[in-house]
């Protein structure tokens, strides 16, 4: 058996890359759908998108992080047979369980209009129909982060978020001119067709260069029985815990307008303002494009060091992920705090939520780690513990909701300042329980550093914010942007954080990249 396989890390900076091209791709149809169908349309599209996921999480089953595991761990051994029989399981899961979600929302639909505004109802229908090719894609792509090739999967997501972007921006701008109920038609037309060209051209990279890849003559080392159960040993905690979440998601407008409504705020100008906090909150999970790139890669690259025995590899790997986090999120901190204001207004034209990305972004370090966390927690047979910090994180999310709203009238920072304080109790637990199941080597010195930079960087952004005040929001932002991404990168590599030669590893710009860099003092021996 040959596979194309790829380094931890490396694979990391392939879904980063592939992570980065599409945010940028999604941020421009965003931006359309702000100025085409204002916070109204945002926050319609919002109460779209809880019981649609919520379907999405029943029908995957958790599967994804499962499959990737279970491939990773029987191929790292040398059976084969048994990755082959998790794989087809799946598969046959997939497609039944999204055909089955597909027929359960529309038993459902004489009762949608008692949980969402009924202008979304005929968006929500045609959304369901994208279901069972969300469950095989994930699958697919499971498979892939199985074999840690992580190409074909990143390469399927810039042509899904071309094409969604292709077909939503001129249908959204057609026609939204006749409600914005409309234009949410639009989006979800669009989406369908970006995730069918994904998973069409993620299944013809299988079907021409890794169908015979789990082809094996060999009888499986295990009973075949058992194949379910090590799915299922991922696949329940990890369904219960997006479960939990995605509940506390479309629990999240009721508990808000109720608060809103009991602190004297009308419903419709609670939707603006949710409007505003969802914007904030897409700018400020942007970057979530790397951390998430590293939990995908991380669920096998432990899997696969835990079944062969070497504690040593399986502890790098931790501090590797949790070290990436932090290095994105401490920049993204900086980021924010400095031009959060200016990204908002350039991009959605709305100052408001800028005023609360810049307000949540000292949050940043603690919601970037949640995610690899919760991966690496998956890979050690721990999900089930992640399921319970989730339960936990979403029910003091609620909570503060209404004491931070209703009773402390703090208004919308309230709602900010709620979700901020489930962030960080997630990630503080979610650290407790990677250390109580497994040896921490995380370097503090590291982290010393990557705040060094962090404040080194911030000071050219400040420079701008001073000297170029009266400039456009876009020109402040993007050369905010710009100064401090150089300077970071430039401090760390300074600070010994990183050299010319992991530069040279990320996809595309690496090699050109590290061949300037090379050329700075006392940087070309690094």
């Known amino acids: 058996m040959t596979r194309s396989r790829q380094s931890f890390l490396h694979g990391a900076a392939v879904l980063a890359f592939a992570g980065i091209v599409t945010r940028a791709m999604a941020l421009a149809v965003q931006m359309v759908m702000a100025r085409t169908m204002g916070v109204q349309g945002f926050g319609l599209f919002q109460t779209i998108s809880p019981p649609y996921l919520l379907l999405v999480t029943l029908a995957t089953f958790g599967l994804p992080p499962a499959v990737s595991k279970v491939i990773a761990e029987n191929l790292a051994v040398g059976d084969v047979a048994r990755a082959r029989k998790?794989?087809?399981?799946?598969?046959a899961w997939s497609a039944?369980?999204?055909?089955?979600?597909?027929?359960?929302?529309?038993?459902?639909?004489?009762?949608?209009h008692r949980f969402m505004d009924p202008r979304a109802i005929p968006a929500f229908f045609v959304m369901v129909f994208r279901i069972p090719i969300v469950c095989l894609s994930s699958v697919l792509s499971g498979f892939y982060m199985g074999i840690q090739n992580q190409t074909p999967p990143a390469l399927a997501w810039i042509v899904e978020t071309t094409v969604r972007a292709a077909a939503s921006v001129p249908l959204m701008i057609w026609m939204s001119p006749w409600g914005v109920r409309y234009g949410a038609l639009a989006l979800v037309i669009g989406g369908g067709m970006g995730e069918l060209a994904g998973y069409l051209t993620m299944l013809a990279t299988y079907a021409l260069r890794h169908r015979r890849l789990l082809v094996t003559v060999q009888p499986m080392a295990r009973p075949a029985r058992g194949v379910v159960r090590d799915l299922a040993q991922v696949a329940v905690p990890t369904m219960?815990?997006?479960?939990?979440?995605?509940?506390?998601?479309a629990a999240e407008p009721t508990v808000m307008y109720q608060a809103f409504l009991e602190a004297g705020v009308s419903r419709r100008e609670a939707t603006a303002m949710y409007g505003a906090f969802g914007m904030a909150m897409e700018l400020l999970f942007m970057p979530t494009v790397l951390s998430g790139a590293i939990s995908s890669v991380i669920v096998p690259a432990i899997s696969e060091a835990k079944a062969l025995h070497d504690d040593r590899l399986v502890a790098r790997r931790i501090a590797q992920?949790?070290?990436?986090?932090?290095?994105?999120?401490?920049?993204s901190a900086a980021l924010f705090i400095a031009s959060?204001?200016?990204?908002?207004?350039?991009?959605?034209?709305?100052?408001?939520?800028?005023?609360?990305l810049a307000y949540l972004?000292?949050?940043?370090?603690?919601f970037y780690l949640s995610d690899p966390l919760f991966a690496v927690l998956q890979g050690l047979n721990r999900a089930f513990v992640s399921t319970v910090i989730t339960f936990l994180s979403s029910a003091i999310r609620l909570a503060c909701i209404y004491e931070f709203v209703a009773v402390g009238h703090q208004g919308?920072?309230?709602?900010?300042?709620?979700?901020?304080?489930?962030?960080?109790?997630?990630?503080?637990?979610?650290?407790?329980?990677?250390?109580?199941?497994?040896k921490l080597d995380l370097d503090l010195r590291m982290s010393v550093k990557m705040a060094t930079a962090a404040a080194i960087a911030w000071l050219p952004m400040g420079a701008v914010q001073h000297h170029a005040a009266l400039q456009a929001a876009w020109f402040q932002f993007a050369l905010c942007t710009l100064a401090g991404m150089i300077t970071y990168v430039l401090a760390a590599m300074y600070l010994g954080l990183a050299t010319v030669g992991d530069i040279a590893r990320i996809p595309v710009v690496g090699e050109p990249l590290a061949r300037a860099l090379s050329r700075l003092p006392f940087l070309g021996a690094r």
């Open 361 to 366: 972004a000292p949050s940043c370090l603690f």
């Open 86 to 91: 998790a794989w087809i399981t799946a598969n």
């Open 240 to 249: 219960l815990s997006n479960v939990l979440g995605v509940i506390a998601f």
């Open 96 to 112: 039944a369980s999204g055909l089955a979600m597909v027929c359960l929302a529309f038993a459902l639909s004489p009762h949608l």
């Open 340 to 356: 959060g204001e200016d990204a908002a207004t350039a991009l959605y034209r709305n100052p408001t939520a800028g005023q609360l």
């Open 321 to 331: 992920s949790i070290h990436a986090a932090m290095f994105v999120a401490l920049f």
């Open 412 to 438: 919308i920072r309230g709602l900010a300042s709620a979700v901020a304080t489930s962030g960080i109790v997630a990630a503080v637990l979610g650290m407790l329980a990677v250390r109580r199941y497994h």
